[in-house]
Protein backbone atom coordinates (compact mmCIF):
# COMPACT_ATOMS: atom_id res chain seq x y z
CA UNK A 1 0.00 0.00 0.00
CA UNK A 2 1.32 3.33 -1.06
CA UNK A 3 1.02 6.46 1.52
CA UNK A 4 0.83 9.94 -0.01
CA UNK A 5 0.53 13.00 1.90
CA UNK A 6 -0.92 16.25 0.92
CA UNK A 7 0.38 19.61 2.63
CA UNK A 8 -1.34 23.01 2.12
CA UNK A 9 0.62 25.68 2.28
CA UNK A 10 -1.11 28.60 0.74
CA UNK A 11 -1.61 30.62 3.81
CA UNK A 12 -0.26 34.31 4.63
CA UNK A 13 -0.42 33.39 8.12
CA UNK A 14 -1.75 36.82 8.62
CA UNK A 15 -2.75 36.65 12.61
CA UNK A 16 1.19 36.54 12.98
CA UNK A 17 2.22 40.05 11.44
CA UNK A 18 3.88 41.87 11.40
CA UNK A 19 6.75 38.48 11.56
CA UNK A 20 4.64 36.59 8.90
CA UNK A 21 4.35 38.81 5.90
CA UNK A 22 2.88 38.18 2.22
CA UNK A 23 6.62 37.22 0.76
CA UNK A 24 7.47 35.35 4.01
CA UNK A 25 4.49 33.79 5.67
CA UNK A 26 4.45 31.78 9.27
CA UNK A 27 4.95 28.16 7.66
CA UNK A 28 8.25 29.45 6.21
CA UNK A 29 9.34 31.11 9.41
CA UNK A 30 11.57 29.44 12.29
CA UNK A 31 8.36 29.92 15.48
CA UNK A 32 9.71 26.83 17.64
CA UNK A 33 13.18 25.07 17.35
CA UNK A 34 15.97 25.83 14.75
CA UNK A 35 13.56 24.83 10.98
CA UNK A 36 10.95 26.66 9.33
CA UNK A 37 7.34 25.45 10.33
CA UNK A 38 6.84 23.49 7.11
CA UNK A 39 10.77 21.71 7.49
CA UNK A 40 9.31 20.19 10.49
CA UNK A 41 6.28 19.15 8.85
CA UNK A 42 8.03 17.19 6.12
CA UNK A 43 10.69 16.17 8.61
CA UNK A 44 8.05 14.93 11.22
CA UNK A 45 6.16 12.97 8.02
CA UNK A 46 9.34 11.00 6.40
CA UNK A 47 9.44 9.03 9.01
CA UNK A 48 6.59 7.46 7.81
CA UNK A 49 6.38 8.76 4.20
CA UNK A 50 9.28 9.03 1.40
CA UNK A 51 9.62 12.23 0.82
CA UNK A 52 9.15 11.31 -3.24
CA UNK A 53 5.36 10.92 -2.22
CA UNK A 54 4.88 13.61 -0.40
CA UNK A 55 3.33 16.75 -2.15
CA UNK A 56 2.55 20.38 -1.10
CA UNK A 57 -0.30 22.68 -2.66
CA UNK A 58 0.26 26.14 -2.71
CA UNK A 59 0.61 29.33 -4.74
CA UNK A 60 3.09 31.34 -6.93
CA UNK A 61 4.31 33.54 -4.37
CA UNK A 62 5.82 30.38 -2.23
CA UNK A 63 7.07 27.91 -4.85
CA UNK A 64 10.62 28.80 -5.00
CA UNK A 65 10.06 29.36 -0.98
CA UNK A 66 9.08 25.99 -0.95
CA UNK A 67 12.21 24.74 -2.99
CA UNK A 68 14.93 26.38 -1.66
CA UNK A 69 13.68 25.47 2.26
CA UNK A 70 12.73 21.77 0.99
CA UNK A 71 15.48 20.74 -1.84
CA UNK A 72 14.85 17.72 -1.53
CA UNK A 73 11.12 17.67 -2.70
CA UNK A 74 10.73 16.80 -6.49
CA UNK A 75 9.55 19.98 -8.18
CA UNK A 76 7.02 18.37 -9.83
CA UNK A 77 5.35 17.47 -6.22
CA UNK A 78 4.74 21.48 -5.97
CA UNK A 79 1.12 22.34 -6.53
CA UNK A 80 0.27 25.64 -7.48
CA UNK A 81 -2.45 27.13 -7.40
CA UNK A 82 -3.19 30.67 -8.87
CA UNK A 83 -5.71 31.87 -6.45
CA UNK A 84 -6.90 30.55 -3.43
CA UNK A 85 -9.88 28.78 -3.15
CA UNK A 86 -9.76 26.89 0.60
CA UNK A 87 -9.53 23.23 1.23
CA UNK A 88 -11.49 21.68 -1.03
CA UNK A 89 -10.49 22.65 -4.38
CA UNK A 90 -6.89 22.20 -2.73
CA UNK A 91 -7.58 18.61 -1.92
CA UNK A 92 -9.32 17.81 -4.90
CA UNK A 93 -6.44 18.85 -7.45
CA UNK A 94 -3.75 17.16 -5.40
CA UNK A 95 -6.14 14.04 -5.28
CA UNK A 96 -6.14 13.99 -9.47
CA UNK A 97 -2.74 14.23 -9.57
CA UNK A 98 -1.94 11.61 -7.03
CA UNK A 99 -4.62 9.42 -9.00
CA UNK A 100 -1.95 9.59 -11.67
CA UNK A 101 0.84 9.14 -10.14
CA UNK A 102 0.34 6.77 -7.78
CA UNK A 103 -3.10 5.24 -8.19
CA UNK A 104 -4.42 2.67 -4.83
CA UNK A 105 -2.88 5.13 -2.45
CA UNK A 106 -4.20 6.32 0.81
CA UNK A 107 -3.67 10.24 1.31
CA UNK A 108 -2.52 12.35 4.16
CA UNK A 109 -3.81 15.56 4.28
CA UNK A 110 -2.51 18.20 6.78
CA UNK A 111 -1.62 21.93 7.30
CA UNK A 112 2.01 22.80 6.77
CA UNK A 113 2.35 25.32 10.35
CA UNK A 114 1.12 23.10 12.99
CA UNK A 115 3.74 22.27 16.12
CA UNK A 116 3.55 18.27 17.40
CA UNK A 117 5.89 17.14 20.23
CA UNK A 118 5.43 14.23 20.17
CA UNK A 119 6.16 12.74 16.69
CA UNK A 120 6.57 9.03 17.74
CA UNK A 121 3.06 9.18 19.06
CA UNK A 122 1.89 10.85 15.72
CA UNK A 123 3.43 8.62 13.19
CA UNK A 124 1.67 5.61 15.25
CA UNK A 125 -1.67 7.68 15.00
CA UNK A 126 -1.16 8.13 11.38
CA UNK A 127 -0.17 4.06 11.11
CA UNK A 128 -3.86 3.85 12.52
CA UNK A 129 -5.75 5.97 11.17
CA UNK A 130 -4.35 4.75 7.21
CA UNK A 131 -5.36 1.30 8.59
CA UNK A 132 -9.08 2.54 9.26
CA UNK A 133 -9.57 4.33 5.87
CA UNK A 134 -8.72 0.88 4.31
CA UNK A 135 -12.16 -0.45 5.44
CA UNK A 136 -15.49 0.52 3.42
CA UNK A 137 -14.95 3.99 2.47
CA UNK A 138 -14.23 5.16 5.57
CA UNK A 139 -13.03 8.73 6.00
CA UNK A 140 -10.66 9.26 9.15
CA UNK A 141 -9.69 12.62 10.96
CA UNK A 142 -7.93 13.73 13.81
CA UNK A 143 -9.02 15.11 16.87
CA UNK A 144 -7.15 16.66 19.49
CA UNK A 145 -8.45 16.36 23.38
CA UNK A 146 -9.20 19.34 24.61
CA UNK A 147 -7.63 20.67 27.76
CA UNK A 148 -9.21 24.24 27.68
CA UNK A 149 -12.60 26.10 26.19
CA UNK A 150 -10.41 26.98 23.22
CA UNK A 151 -13.26 29.64 21.06
CA UNK A 152 -10.61 29.91 18.28
CA UNK A 153 -10.79 26.35 16.81
CA UNK A 154 -13.89 24.10 15.43
CA UNK A 155 -14.86 20.67 17.26
CA UNK A 156 -15.84 16.92 16.66
CA UNK A 157 -18.23 15.88 18.32
CA UNK A 158 -17.82 11.77 18.39
CA UNK A 159 -20.90 8.98 19.38
CA UNK A 160 -20.84 6.81 21.80
CA UNK A 161 -19.60 4.21 18.80
CA UNK A 162 -16.21 3.19 19.80
CA UNK A 163 -13.23 0.21 19.05
CA UNK A 164 -9.94 -0.07 20.32
CA UNK A 165 -7.28 -0.67 17.24
CA UNK A 166 -3.76 -0.65 18.12
CA UNK A 167 -4.51 0.52 21.43
CA UNK A 168 -5.93 3.82 20.27
CA UNK A 169 -9.63 4.44 20.41
CA UNK A 170 -11.42 5.32 17.13
CA UNK A 171 -14.88 6.85 17.57
CA UNK A 172 -17.29 7.03 14.70
CA UNK A 173 -17.82 11.09 14.26
CA UNK A 174 -21.57 12.45 14.97
CA UNK A 175 -21.15 15.99 14.01
CA UNK A 176 -18.32 18.91 13.24
CA UNK A 177 -19.09 21.83 14.51
CA UNK A 178 -18.20 25.35 14.36
CA UNK A 179 -16.07 27.83 16.67
CA UNK A 180 -18.35 28.12 20.30
CA UNK A 181 -18.51 30.74 22.65
CA UNK A 182 -16.94 30.41 25.84
CA UNK A 183 -19.83 29.16 27.49
CA UNK A 184 -20.51 26.46 24.43
CA UNK A 185 -17.05 25.61 25.13
CA UNK A 186 -16.86 24.93 28.61
CA UNK A 187 -19.73 22.49 27.55
CA UNK A 188 -17.95 20.95 25.19
CA UNK A 189 -14.36 20.57 27.48
CA UNK A 190 -16.72 19.12 30.37
CA UNK A 191 -18.48 16.50 28.23
CA UNK A 192 -15.95 14.45 27.07
CA UNK A 193 -16.86 13.38 23.51
CA UNK A 194 -15.68 17.18 21.50
CA UNK A 195 -12.81 17.31 20.38
CA UNK A 196 -10.81 20.20 18.39
CA UNK A 197 -10.67 19.83 14.71
CA UNK A 198 -7.13 19.30 13.81
CA UNK A 199 -7.35 19.58 10.08
CA UNK A 200 -5.71 16.43 9.23
CA UNK A 201 -7.53 13.43 7.70
CA UNK A 202 -6.75 10.61 6.22
CA UNK A 203 -8.38 8.55 3.48
CA UNK A 204 -7.92 6.58 0.00
CA UNK A 205 -7.96 8.87 -2.73
CA UNK A 206 -10.01 6.45 -4.91
CA UNK A 207 -12.86 7.39 -1.72
CA UNK A 208 -12.21 11.38 -1.29
CA UNK A 209 -12.62 11.66 -5.25
CA UNK A 210 -15.47 9.57 -5.31
CA UNK A 211 -17.34 12.06 -2.63
CA UNK A 212 -16.19 14.89 -4.11
CA UNK A 213 -18.17 13.31 -7.54
CA UNK A 214 -21.30 12.75 -5.32
CA UNK A 215 -21.17 15.45 -3.28
CA UNK A 216 -19.41 18.78 -5.12
CA UNK A 217 -20.14 17.32 -8.61
CA UNK A 218 -19.48 20.87 -10.31
CA UNK A 219 -15.73 20.76 -8.37
CA UNK A 220 -15.67 17.39 -10.02
CA UNK A 221 -16.41 18.25 -13.68
CA UNK A 222 -13.56 20.95 -13.54
CA UNK A 223 -11.14 18.48 -12.18
CA UNK A 224 -12.03 15.59 -14.99
CA UNK A 225 -11.33 18.54 -17.37
CA UNK A 226 -8.18 19.48 -16.06
CA UNK A 227 -7.18 15.35 -15.76
CA UNK A 228 -8.04 15.19 -19.22
CA UNK A 229 -5.43 17.82 -20.39
CA UNK A 230 -2.68 17.18 -17.80
CA UNK A 231 -2.77 13.66 -20.18
CA UNK A 232 -2.50 15.62 -23.54
CA UNK A 233 -0.09 18.47 -22.37
CA UNK A 234 3.44 18.63 -20.43
CA UNK A 235 2.48 22.04 -18.92
CA UNK A 236 0.50 21.20 -15.84
CA UNK A 237 0.47 24.98 -14.33
CA UNK A 238 -1.08 26.24 -17.45
CA UNK A 239 -3.73 23.96 -17.36
CA UNK A 240 -4.26 24.44 -13.81
CA UNK A 241 -3.79 28.53 -14.03
CA UNK A 242 -6.49 28.56 -16.94
CA UNK A 243 -9.37 26.12 -14.92
CA UNK A 244 -8.88 27.18 -11.12
CA UNK A 245 -10.62 29.80 -11.51
CA UNK A 246 -13.74 28.24 -11.89
CA UNK A 247 -13.48 26.31 -8.18
CA UNK A 248 -15.83 26.64 -5.50
CA UNK A 249 -14.30 28.45 -2.30
CA UNK A 250 -15.30 25.84 -0.29
CA UNK A 251 -13.75 24.21 2.95
CA UNK A 252 -13.15 20.21 2.74
CA UNK A 253 -15.48 20.24 5.88
CA UNK A 254 -18.80 21.80 4.62
CA UNK A 255 -18.29 20.28 1.06
CA UNK A 256 -17.48 16.66 2.36
CA UNK A 257 -16.94 16.11 5.93
CA UNK A 258 -20.10 17.44 7.18
CA UNK A 259 -22.58 15.68 5.06
CA UNK A 260 -20.93 11.80 4.99
CA UNK A 261 -21.53 9.31 7.77
CA UNK A 262 -18.81 6.98 8.00
CA UNK A 263 -16.47 9.20 9.19
CA UNK A 264 -14.14 8.26 12.12
CA UNK A 265 -12.48 10.18 14.74
CA UNK A 266 -9.22 9.03 16.26
CA UNK A 267 -9.02 11.69 19.53
CA UNK A 268 -5.06 12.49 20.34
CA UNK A 269 -2.45 13.91 22.70
CA UNK A 270 0.74 14.10 21.09
CA UNK A 271 1.47 17.99 22.19
CA UNK A 272 -0.35 19.51 19.07
CA UNK A 273 -0.42 23.59 18.57
CA UNK A 274 -1.86 25.18 15.52
CA UNK A 275 0.05 28.31 16.05
CA UNK A 276 -2.92 30.12 14.85
CA UNK A 277 -1.87 33.59 17.18
CA UNK A 278 0.58 35.07 18.91
CA UNK A 279 -0.65 34.15 22.30
CA UNK A 280 0.48 30.45 21.07
CA UNK A 281 3.58 31.25 22.25
CA UNK A 282 2.44 31.44 25.52
CA UNK A 283 1.49 27.50 25.13
CA UNK A 284 4.73 26.39 23.36
CA UNK A 285 7.49 28.24 25.05
CA UNK A 286 8.89 28.54 28.49
CA UNK A 287 8.19 31.69 30.90
CA UNK A 288 10.59 33.66 32.80
CA UNK A 289 9.61 34.44 36.74
CA UNK A 290 6.58 37.06 35.52
CA UNK A 291 5.22 34.91 32.96
CA UNK A 292 6.36 36.44 29.70
CA UNK A 293 7.76 34.84 27.09
CA UNK A 294 10.56 36.98 25.91
CA UNK A 295 13.08 36.48 22.51
CA UNK A 296 15.76 38.96 21.55
CA UNK A 297 16.94 42.31 23.06
CA UNK A 298 15.02 42.94 25.89
CA UNK A 299 14.74 44.77 29.19
CA UNK A 300 11.78 44.42 31.19
CA UNK A 301 10.95 45.55 34.79
CA UNK A 302 7.56 45.05 36.49
CA UNK A 303 6.48 43.60 33.27
CA UNK A 304 3.92 40.26 33.17
CA UNK A 305 2.45 37.87 31.13
CA UNK A 306 3.66 39.88 28.16
CA UNK A 307 5.39 38.29 24.78
CA UNK A 308 8.07 40.25 23.49
CA UNK A 309 10.19 39.52 20.77
CA UNK A 310 12.88 41.64 19.52
CA UNK A 311 14.53 42.07 15.81
CA UNK A 312 17.68 43.42 17.35
CA UNK A 313 17.31 46.80 18.99
CA UNK A 314 16.41 47.18 22.70
CA UNK A 315 13.14 46.67 23.81
CA UNK A 316 12.53 48.02 27.35
CA UNK A 317 9.60 47.83 29.03
CA UNK A 318 8.50 48.87 32.15
CA UNK A 319 5.02 48.48 34.51
CA UNK A 320 2.57 46.85 31.56
CA UNK A 321 0.73 43.37 31.43
CA UNK A 322 -0.69 40.95 28.88
CA UNK A 323 0.62 42.71 26.12
CA UNK A 324 2.07 41.88 22.94
CA UNK A 325 5.42 43.44 21.47
CA UNK A 326 6.67 42.46 18.48
CA UNK A 327 9.46 44.11 16.49
CA UNK A 328 10.54 43.68 12.85
CA UNK A 329 12.79 45.71 10.73
CA UNK A 330 9.85 47.88 9.44
CA UNK A 331 7.06 47.78 12.11
CA UNK A 332 6.56 47.47 15.83
CA UNK A 333 3.42 45.57 16.71
CA UNK A 334 1.76 46.61 20.18
CA UNK A 335 -1.16 44.66 21.12
CA UNK A 336 -3.24 43.51 24.17
CA UNK A 337 -2.96 39.85 24.31
CA UNK A 338 -6.81 39.57 24.24
CA UNK A 339 -7.06 41.12 20.54
CA UNK A 340 -4.45 38.69 19.30
CA UNK A 341 -6.95 37.06 17.48
CA UNK A 342 -7.75 40.49 15.92
CA UNK A 343 -4.50 41.19 14.57
CA UNK A 344 -6.10 41.00 10.63
CA UNK A 345 -7.68 43.84 11.61
CA UNK A 346 -4.87 45.78 11.34
CA UNK A 347 -3.70 44.27 8.04
CA UNK A 348 -7.29 45.53 5.94
CA UNK A 349 -7.12 48.52 7.39
CA UNK A 350 -2.91 49.07 5.91
CA UNK A 351 -4.64 48.03 2.79
CA UNK A 352 -7.29 50.69 2.88
CA UNK A 353 -4.59 53.00 3.39
CA UNK A 354 -2.78 52.05 0.45
CA UNK A 355 0.23 50.73 2.96
CA UNK A 356 0.75 47.50 1.03
CA UNK A 357 4.39 47.64 1.53
CA UNK A 358 3.69 46.97 5.06
CA UNK A 359 1.70 43.70 4.65
Known sequence: MTITAVIMAGGKGERFWPKSRTNLPKQFLNISGNKSMIQQTIGRLEKLIDITQIFIVTNELYAELIHAQLPNLPLENIIIEPVGRNTAPCVGIASIIIEEKFPDSTMVVLPSDHII????????ILETAVEVSQNNSNLVTLGIKPTYPET???YIESTKEMEIINELEVHKVSNFVEK???ETAESYLSSGNFFWNSGIFIWKTAVIRKYIKQLMPDMHDILE????????????NDIIRSEFYKMPDQSIDYGIMEKVNNIYVIPCIFGWDDVGSWTALDRINEHDENGNVIKGNILNLDTKRCIIESNGKLIATLGVEDLIIVDTEDVTLICSKDKA??????????????LDKYL
Not at 117 to 124: L, P, S, Y
Not at 225 to 236: E, L, P
Open 180 to 182: PNL
Open 152 to 154: GYG
Open 225 to 236: TMKTAFSTSTNR
Open 117 to 124: ENEEGFIK
Open 341 to 354: QEVKVLLKELRMQK
